[in-house]
Each structure stands twice: as structure tokens, then as C-alpha cells.
């Protein structure tokens, strides 16, 4: 069954260090998200992309994270530099993107687990 | 944002029996709403989904019911497995766009 790969699995890094985050989602699935989660919370949407094009950043702090997806497949979320309150687990999904189908199941990855120190 | 509760964090059920969590959400413009469970160290598995058109869906052991008067939501696990331990997230969009997700439910099986 295909699956949404990350790596790395996870990241110790010190604050004011640059972290890099990979996903690779199922092929074919058209849109991917970045996903925050704190330990105790639900996911928190950080961006969205459909192809290579963002859809949604409204809650990516833009001072120190970037996300990109170049040619629309895999995609980099970047925090540069990383404070204490940036630890969690940063979650991929990707879906279809089916807009008007029944469904619009998103298919997570394993997720990272940054800490930083 | 979009607010999207529980009322039981945690909830412990004997196995066997059948098991209910619950899920308030805020936005009645929502109309799209899907049920995850989330395994320790894993990523949120789609579990079952429902449009705001219909108000009960069933899967297989699970069923979800949406009470758009009071904007309610609840999950429905019958015959309560030891593997259904996990937490148990609700969300909910409006378009199929951004997706809100509540805290969760961690759900004990008592064997």
C-alpha cells in the first residue's frame, strides 16, 4: 500500500540552528499539508499546497518557516532559526484533492519529531 | 479559527463493549467532517467521513452520527478492541479546504 514518506524520522537541533523537514507524498495526489502537532493536540495547518502552488500559508510563520514545492511532487518545510517553542511533531499529508468527490481523505506520513534544545 | 472540541479526553471502555466519543465543533458553515485515530508515534489514520448532507454514515465496527442542530459529532466503535486503543481526533472544513482539528480523545480498552 503506497504511503506518505518523511524523513527524518527525528531532528534534535539548537535553537537559532536552520531544520529541514522532507515528505514525499503518495504518488498522484495532487494536494499536500504541513501539519504542527503539539504533544496533547489535534494537528494545527501550517500550508497547503495543490501542484506546486500554495493554497493556504495563513497560519506558517513566515519569519522563519518556508515551505516549497518546486516540481509538485515531494516538498521541504524549513525553520530557520528554530526556537524552543518550535518543538512538535511536523505531520505531511497528502490527498487527491478531489474537490466535489465524496471524499477527501488525507493520508499522513509517520511525521518528524523536532526538539529543540 | 475554526474551534473544534471534545468532551472526554480520556475514556476507558472494557473490551467488548461499545465505545462513544464525542466531538463539538463551532463553525455551522462546516460541511465536511472526518473521524482519525492516531497511534502513539504514528501519523492520524482516516477512520470514516460524513457531509453535512447526511447525518449518520457506518463503516466497518464504526459509525459516525452528525447532529447539525447543536453541531455535534460523534464516533461510534462497536465491540471495542484492544487495537482501538489511541487517540481519536475530529475535524472539520468548510469546502474541503482548511481542516480544523479538535484535541482528541484517548481512548483506553480494558482487556
Known amino acids: 500500500e503506497a504511503e506518505v514518506a518523511q524523513s527524518p524520522r527525528y531532528k534534535i537541533t539548537e535553537k537559532s540552528q536552520a531544520v529541514a523537514f522532507w515528505c514525499d507524498p503518495i504518488s498522484g495526489h495532487a494536494t499536500l499539508y504541513w501539519y504542527r502537532q503539539i504533544l496533547g493536540q489535534g494537528p494545527e495547518l501550517l500550508v497547503q499546497?495543490?501542484?506546486?502552488?500554495?493554497?493556504?500559508d495563513s497560519q506558517l510563520p513566515k519569519d522563519r518557516f518556508s515551505a516549497e514545492r518546486l516540481k509538485g511532487v515531494d516538498s521541504t518545510l524549513k525553520i530557520q532559526p528554530a526556537e524552543l517553542g518550535d518543538s512538535a511533531m511536523y505531520l505531511c499529508a497528502s490527498s487527491f484533492g478531489l474537490a466535489g468527490g465524496w471524499t477527501y481523505e488525507q493520508y499522513f506520513g509517520p511525521g518528524t519529531r523536532l526538539t529543540v534544545t | 479559527g475554526e474551534s473544534v472540541g471534545l468532551h472526554l479526553p480520556t475514556l476507558s471502555v472494557q473490551e467488548g463493549d461499545n465505545s462513544i466519543i464525542n466531538c463539538a465543533y463551532s463553525?455551522?458553515?462546516?460541511?465536511?467532517f472526518i473521524w482519525y485515530k492516531q497511534e502513539s508515534g504514528k501519523g492520524p489514520q482516516f477512520i470514516i467521513d460524513i457531509r453535512s448532507n447526511m447525518d449518520k454514515r457506518q463503516g466497518q465496527r464504526v459509525t459516525v452520527l452528525l447532529n447539525k442542530t447543536v453541531k455535534h459529532l460523534s464516533l461510534q466503535i462497536a465491540a471495542t478492541q484492544p487495537g482501538d486503543s489511541a487517540v481519536y481526533f475530529c475535524a472539520e472544513s468548510f469546502g474541503f479546504n482548511k481542516f480544523y482539528f479538535g484535541s482528541g480523545t484517548k481512548l483506553n480498552v480494558k482487556p
Open positions: 499546497f495543490q501542484d506546486e502552488s500554495v493554497v493556504d
Open positions: 463553525n455551522s458553515a462546516s460541511d465536511y
